[in-house]
């Protein structure tokens, strides 16, 4: 049987410490991607975890369950990146933009922007997808109004942003609460308020 105590407090904080100070050094001293820092952090961790009486098995267990309960989001990722090249390849982003210039102006631009990425981001999820492919028009369409390109860009996203966090199908609105044992709609419900009053505000400084 196994012999687990809870770690004491020196100990959580190496772990947790020299993955931070690993993750420091490998990207702004090395310039190197996370990904190898984060895997030594890993190992270190488990180190500790085996330190303080967790077998190797237990350990690759609580591994694989964070890959699983990560999946979906890892997924849903990936199909953002298949929808931005279909949808500039297909056409729809020239198309948008040449509608866009006949249907808006300058005066209705910013709050019509951040609307639109706001429900497009809601729909689908991502505000990565929402982004690279609305947002990409619409940059288009900004430059053609004479709208400067970093206000323009503000309220792409910021809408985008706003759509991805209350969106149940976002990726991160769905592991959040995976990894904290939460269902989406609670999660969606606590982040509702702080985050309308910000949006408030964003629509108040674009109109």
């Known amino acids: 049987m196994e012999s687990v105590r809870k770690p004491y407090f020196y100990e959580a904080l190496l772990s947790f410490g020299g993955l931070m100070l690993v993750m420091a050094v490998g990207i702004a001293v090395f310039e190197a991607n996370p990904h190898i820092p984060m895997l030594i952090g890993t ?7 085996l330190k303080i009486g967790y077998k190797w098995k237990a350990i690759e267990e609580s591994m694989f369950d964070g890959i699983r309960q990560a999946l979906q989001a ?11 090249g279909v949808w500039i390849l297909s056409g729809v982003v020239p198309s948008m933009v040449y509608y866009g210039l006949n249907i808006l102006t300058p005066q209705i631009f910013l709050v019509a922007t951040l609307l639109i990425c706001s ?5 689908t999820g991502t505000s990565w997808g929402t982004a690279g492919t609305i947002g990409i028009a619409l ?14 860009a503000g309220a792409i996203i910021s809408g985008a942003y706003f759509g991805d966090k209350m969106s149940p199908l976002s990726d991160t609105t769905n592991l959040a609460p995976a990894m904290a044992g939460t269902d989406v709609f609670t999660h969606v419900k606590f982040m509702l308020k702080p985050t309308l009053i910000a949006y408030s505000i964003a629509i108040v400084f674009f109109g």
């Open 139 to 152: 940059m288009g369409i900004a430059s053609g109004l004479g709208i400067p390109a970093p206000i323009a």
């Open 119 to 123: 429900v497009t981001s809601l729909a």
């Open 74 to 84: 890892v997924v849903i990722l990936a199909i953002i990146g298949v929808l931005i």
């Open 43 to 49: 190992a270190f961790a488990s180190v500790i975890a």
